[in-house]
């Protein structure tokens, strides 16, 4: 079945990059999203890349998909502590009524001052 | 904003009791969903709706139910609480299947 892999956990300096990859089995994923939860909030999306595009920026945020290694990251530039968070890979398939998301195990980035 | 509102943040219930969580979307969403966040396991789906009395089986069904009476409720129904189920349930809506989903703030519920 469908499969979403993190990594569980990264820590980063203020101010420098932070990359959060994930890894999916799906190869007819349409869309792939990238979601965070602070601390004690529901998810709120970050950012969507549609499966034919290989990269998307906007400001600080980054995505690039390789959809032959069905490999997708998020990179933020100059991490601050506000990023500091869960950040959920998912990935949304092309067929049938439904609308299910699957979403990844969540890394939780840690960000220190 | 879309606003998606689960009326309780912490509930704590005894095991075989019977638990309501209750969901409710101020957009006119169609499409509403429970997922259940564990740690180590992300979110998983456990029923979805697309429109009033409708409702599909999601990832993990087992031991839960769900109302969809009105539009903007969904409700989540635990029968009989076992300790498994102790999680942090999220609701979220969206207006058409391709879109993006909001969430509320989640309801993390113990069953001692």
């Known amino acids: 079945g469908e499969d979403v892999e993190q990594s569980l956990f990264l820590s980063v300096r203020e101010g420098d990059s932070s990359v959060i990859n994930c890894t999916y089995t799906?190869?007819?994923?349409?869309?792939l999203y990238w979601y965070k939860q602070e601390p004690g909030a529901g998810l709120q999306l970050l950012t969507y890349i549609f499966s034919n595009m290989d990269m998307k920026q906007d400001q600080r945020l980054t995505v690039l998909l390789n959809k032959k290694d069905k490999h997708l990251s998020l990179r933020i530039a100059d991490t601050q502590t506000g990023d500091s968070a869960i950040y959920f890979c998912?990935?949304?398939?092309?067929?049938?009524?439904?609308?299910?998301?699957?979403f990844g195990t969540g890394t939780l980035l840690a960000v220190q001052p | 904003d879309v606003k998606v509102t689960q009326s309780s943040r912490y509930l704590v219930k005894r095991t075989g009791e019977k638990v309501f969580l209750e969901c409710v979307q101020d957009?006119?969403?169609?499409?509403m969903f429970w997922y259940r966040q564990d740690p180590g396991l992300g979110l998983r789906l456990i029923y979805f709706s697309y429109d009033v009395k409708m409702k599909e089986k999601g990832d993990i069904p087992e031991g839960y139910s769900v109302s969809r009476e009105k539009k903007e409720r969904f409700s989540l129904i635990l029968e009989s609480a076992s300790t498994n189920q102790t999680s942090m349930y999220l609701c979220a809506s969206t207006r058409d299947k391709k879109e993006k989903l909001f969430f509320g703030s989640g309801t993390q519920l113990s069953v001692l």
């Open positions: 799906d190869s007819s994923s349409t869309y």
């Open positions: 957009m006119d969403h169609e499409n």
């Open positions: 998912a990935e949304r398939g092309s067929g049938g009524a439904t609308n299910k998301l699957i």
